[in-house]
């Protein structure tokens, strides 16, 4: 599947980040229905026998969906893979994606060769994420076909460069697919990182708070009450320095202005006061300010769709 044909499946050029824990059949199913590119960590299904499971549901609830509406297919789904030493499923994990064909895996914490040559074998498409130029060079070097710019203000392990910077920078080399990530929540943003010369937006938070996500009521709340000034960065819960809402921090009894930092080089994913990262402290990130209700997945993404309209018609008439 190269870019053109990415792109001619989607009502929007959005790419729902995968989120861990929140993604899971039912979102992504959702999400590829309404037009944009719906993923998951495979490390989401547990056990890992439940992979395969997903797998063939998604790929079956997709292509009797496409049968049904052939005038409005679905758009393809990703499977995101984390090319880590700490990852003793990823051979596992590979192997079910190449065996079920997997249109798109996004790699994250290491860019490998044969795996990329693997899920090419089938002719489908990596894209990696990257926070910096040096990652970047290092995943095409490798045979990724794409990348996902992850810059300051994003959720989770976010970057700490400019969209501005990080875009630039990556187009004075490099002309293949880039999906930016960072604050996007609206149709707006989406044009905006268009613009920016982005050929997709990566976005993850505003899925956490659809009715389809498998989040906690009162984290969706939280995403939904919550703002920019809300959101603060650490490093305490995995040894990396991430994008955290408030809220949880003081739930689970820490000082979220006075937090120890923890060691750099330990990706533990571990815990602070008895809170895990992720289950009880909640990701997110700066764009939540523009999320205001818990809705299906169908109904943010029209109001995406509508924004972006509105935001190219007030840039023709500019």
Not at 103 to 109: D, K, M, Q, Y
Not at 184 to 207: K, N, Q
Not at 279 to 284: E, L, M
Request: hydrophobic share 45%; charged share 20%.
């Amino acid at each position: 599947m190269n870019l053109k044909e990415l792109a001619n499946r989607l009502s929007i050029p959005v790419i729902a980040a995968p989120l861990f824990i929140i993604s899971n059949p039912d979102l992504v199913i959702a999400q590829c229905k309404a037009g944009v590119v719906g993923s998951f960590p495979a490390l989401n299904a547990r056990p890992a026998e439940v992979l395969e499971q997903w797998l063939i549901r998604i790929t079956a609830e997709l292509a009797a969906w496409d049968r049904e509406h052939p005038d409005q297919p679905a758009a393809p789904f990703a499977v995101n893979q984390i090319v880590h030493k700490s990852n003793d499923r990823l051979e596992h994990d590979l192997e079910l994606c190449v065996k079920h064909q997997v249109p798109i895996v996004i790699t994250s914490l290491g860019a490998r060769t044969d795996l990329n040559d693997a899920v090419h074998s089938y002719g489908g498409v990596v894209l990696h994420d990257v926070i910096d130029q040096k990652f970047a060079h290092k995943a095409i070097d490798k045979g990724a076909d794409g990348l996902i710019l992850v810059a300051t203000g994003a959720g989770g392990h976010a970057g700490t460069i400019s969209p501005f910077a990080l875009v630039e920078e990556t187009r004075q080399w490099f002309d293949g697919p880039l999906a930016l990530a960072g604050s996007i929540a609206t149709g707006g943003a989406v044009l905006a990182a268009r613009a920016l010369g982005a050929d997709f937006a990566y976005i993850g938070s505003p899925f956490i708070a659809t009715r389809e996500a498998n989040a906690a009521e009162a984290y969706k709340q939280a995403i939904v009450g919550c703002a920019a000034e809300d959101i603060i960065n650490t490093n305490l819960f995995t040894g990396v320095h991430g994008n955290y809402l408030r809220p949880s921090v003081v739930n689970a009894g820490l000082d979220p202005d006075h937090l120890p930092e923890s060691d750099p080089s330990k990706m533990n994913f571990g815990s602070g006061a008895g809170a895990k990262a992720w289950r009880d402290i909640w990701g997110a990130g700066q764009g939540i300010g523009a999320i205001h209700e818990v809705a299906p997945v169908a109904s943010y993404v029209a109001a995406l769709i509508g924004q972006y309209r509105d935001a190219q018609r007030r840039v023709a008439a500019a």
